[in-house]
């Protein structure tokens, strides 16, 4: 049994992308997994030549090291994600922050009709939306 099982620590976080990854073959891949970031994921990122000519890159490495699964993709690398929506790169990039800072993939959010508050995991199991 590995570590992060005995002691609980949650490590992957299955997502729905809001509109997909189409593949060649005009697939829609829409269903992932992302794992957490490791210090070695942050260093390598930020040695890589292409992060230091364009800081905007980093996002595309860090999110190829940790975007473990996608649809029925044998792989995701950096052609992957340049090639998401912009709509899905940014909803990556947020659970990204999420599950790597505040340790969670859950908002806080108010009814609008009744204003009462929930927590809605945006990561897996809500449909997204197109």
């Known amino acids: 049994m590995t570590a992060a099982l005995e002691t609980g620590l949650r490590t992957e976080y299955p997502f729905t992308l809001p509109r997909g990854y189409v593949d060649e073959h005009g697939t829609v891949h829409r269903e992932g997994v992302m794992r957490l970031a490791t210090a070695r994921d ?3 990122a930020q040695s890589d030549q292409r992060g230091k000519q364009n ?54 959010v108010d009814c609008p009709h009744c204003g009462a508050g929930f927590a809605v995991d945006v990561a897996g199991d809500a449909p997204g939306g197109s």
């Open 55 to 108: 800081p905007a890159y980093l996002t595309v490495l860090l999110l190829e090291r940790t975007v473990t699964a996608l649809g029925g993709l044998g792989g995701v690398d950096t052609f992957v994600i340049e090639n998401l929506f912009a709509s899905d790169l940014a909803f990556l990039q947020d659970l990204y922050r999420r599950i790597n800072a505040d340790g969670h993939t859950e908002v806080s």
């Open 42 to 44: 942050e260093i390598t």
